[in-house]
């Protein structure tokens, strides 16, 4: 039956609700006889006018649209329609009686105006109610507790009063001046009473209905919701649903500079400083191109106009986009851009680009250096990091290649992790590589040693800014740790500075600064977003920070040399060092054992030579001087 009447076409239900509405007219109207009348009721009176008023009724209906409202949609749209019908109404019955010889009184007339608008709304009511049971009883009914008894909750109880499928059942509220309280009929309870009433009432969802909460806040309740089974829907606020207020209002993207706490080099005359010339007209390859580093890369040299710019890299995501971002600067310029999808522990991959392209610069940021995953995959960081760095290192040297400079990270310093080890192994090569070039063509190699980059891919700082979204904790590995940091632009333009001033076999060191506490840096993430940090201090503060532990291999602080013998150089804020290097005899009996121990598979052999190649690693030492940089 309720199938068959959901179905009918629209002009045919209207016309049954105006047929209801007209077969109300003589039911009033004998109600207002039998209350106004002395005598009773006067039938004779009634016929004279009944079929007249029974074609008005109908005319008026349509004319007014009267089927068409219910108190489901536009209460007050259908309470005025219905009042103008019934107002008609009587004034029809009016005019019908003074046209007749037997005229019904004015007090008759006047209260069958009032009982047919009062009698409209409540047969409206009936019907709703009645129309919503018959729906209710063919459909499985969704019970949900709406968070939050303010403004935005009470609207959303009101609008899913009738819904057909969603019945609010009750509060929760974290005030606790409405607990107790009904509101909109419904009981205000607390929210540490939401598991039980989750049981009780066989609640199926919590709407989150507090949009003036800070985004982090609802996570975590929505977080600790979903902890107990509960399905969570978050509802907006309605300058967020209009769009005139971001749904992470308070998460901006923040600027790494300020995390510093030092000054940094602007690079106001990147493109234009002192030894540009080493890459201007020149042929330069990247590889990791696609990279934080290796893209940043890109963008400089190019303003230092070489004549082709290679990007090497083997991500096809990556590759295509900095190749994309970086085509439209050049087509209206002489540089080449050409974009090599490859891998540099593949010889055929790097002979190939270094010949066809005629490679005269090579800038060697392709890495592994994410430490956690490195030290569960040693046998990949080995390949790409150490062996990578050997097998462009040899064909670059045999393609003549002027200048080639490897981009190294502070862990390679007695590292007590596979990727700082694997560091280590790439500057032993290309240590090896300066020191037995007796070629008259005056190839450089050289390697420039820095700590982390703000903002890069698996950096602290970004992985802090994606906590925060879900709302927290920021994880912390231990209260003491501290990193050395730079931008990544600071970071590569002194690496372009530091290249062009390479004369072999340096060690180059940037100034970093002081090591920045990754707990004052996790503080100041959470205050720059407007929000507080949740401590013992502030128990009802925004946002934790959870102390996990030091990872595998993972030191408090990191180093920047071996010794403190570093030089000045015209630049402030660069440094070089020569460190103590392997013959080129050592340096092939490490690559020829560590290709064995790959083809093997056999990860506790690759550990067991770095150990024996890498100064440090294997000894744990849990708080490490920092090497001091001179003041500049």
Known sequence: MLSGLTSLPRLHKRSILAGFDAALVPVVMLFAMGLTSATGYDVRRLIVVLPYLLIAAGAVSFWLNVSCGTLGDDFADTVARTAIFAALLMVASMALSAVSRDALALNTQITFGIALFVASILSRVILLQIVLWLYR?????????????????????????????????????????????????????????????AADKQIDRVLLAIPSQSHPKQMQIARRLQDMGLEVQTLPSFSQLIGEEALVEKLKPLNPRRFLGRDEVTGVDRGTFEGAQAYAGRTVLITGAGGSIGSELCRQVLECQPAKLVLFDHSELTLYQIHRELDPVVRDSKIELVPILGCVTKPVDI??????????????????????????????????????????????????????????????????????????????????????????????????????????????????????????????????????????????????????????????????????????????????????????????????????????????????????????????????????????????????????????????????????????????????????????
């Open 351 to 632: 002979a190939r680009a270094l010949e066809r392209h005629n490679v005269q610069v090579v800038l060697h940021a392709a890495a592994y250096k994410h430490v956690p995953l490195v030290e569960e995959n040693p046998s990949s960081g080995m390949s790409n990091n150490a062996l990578g760095t050997h097998t462009l290192a040899s064909l670059a040297a045999k393609a003549g290649v002027e200048r080639f400079i490897l981009i190294s990270s502070d862990k390679a310093v007695r590292p007590t992790n596979v990727m700082g080890a694997s560091k280590r192994l790439a500057e032993l090569i290309v240590q090896d590589h300066a020191h037995r070039i007796t070629t008259p063509r005056g190839q450089i190699f050289s390697t420039v040693r820095f700590g982390n980059v703000l903002g890069s891919s698996g950096s602290v700082v970004p992985l802090y800014q994606e906590q925060l979204r879900r709302g927290g904790p920021l994880t912390l590995t231990h209260p003491d740790v501290a990193r050395y940091f730079m931008t990544v632009q600071e970071a590569v333009h002194l690496v372009l500075r530091a290249g062009s001033m390479a004369q072999g076999g340096e060690v180059f060191v940037l100034d970093m600064g002081k090591p920045v506490r990754i707990e004052h840096l996790a503080r100041q993430v959470i205050e720059s977003a407007g929000l507080t940090v949740r401590d013992a201090q502030n128990p009802e503060g925004d946002i934790a920070i959870e102390v996990t532990g030091l990872r595998p291999g993972e030191k408090l602080t990191e180093e920047l040399t071996l010794n403190t013998a570093l030089v000045p150089t015209p630049h402030k804020k660069i440094f070089f060092t020569f460190e103590q290097h392997l013959s080129e005899i050592e340096v092939a009996s490490a690559m020829r054992s560590l290709r064995v121990a790959l083809a093997n598979g056999d990860d506790s052999a690759i550990r067991t030579i770095a150990a024996r190649w890498v100064e440090g690693y294997g000894t744990q030492d849990p708080a490490p001087c920092a090497t001091a940089i001179p003041a500049s």
């Open 137 to 197: 009883r063919n459909e499985t009914r969704c019970r949900v507790l709406i968070y939050g008894a303010g403004a935005t909750g009470m609207q959303l109880a009101s609008a899913l009063r009738n819904h057909k499928v969603i019945e609010a059942v009750a509060f929760v509220d974290d005030n606790q001046a409405l607990h107790g309280l009904r509101v909109l009929r419904m009981p205000v309870h607390s929210p540490v009473h939401i598991a039980d009433l």
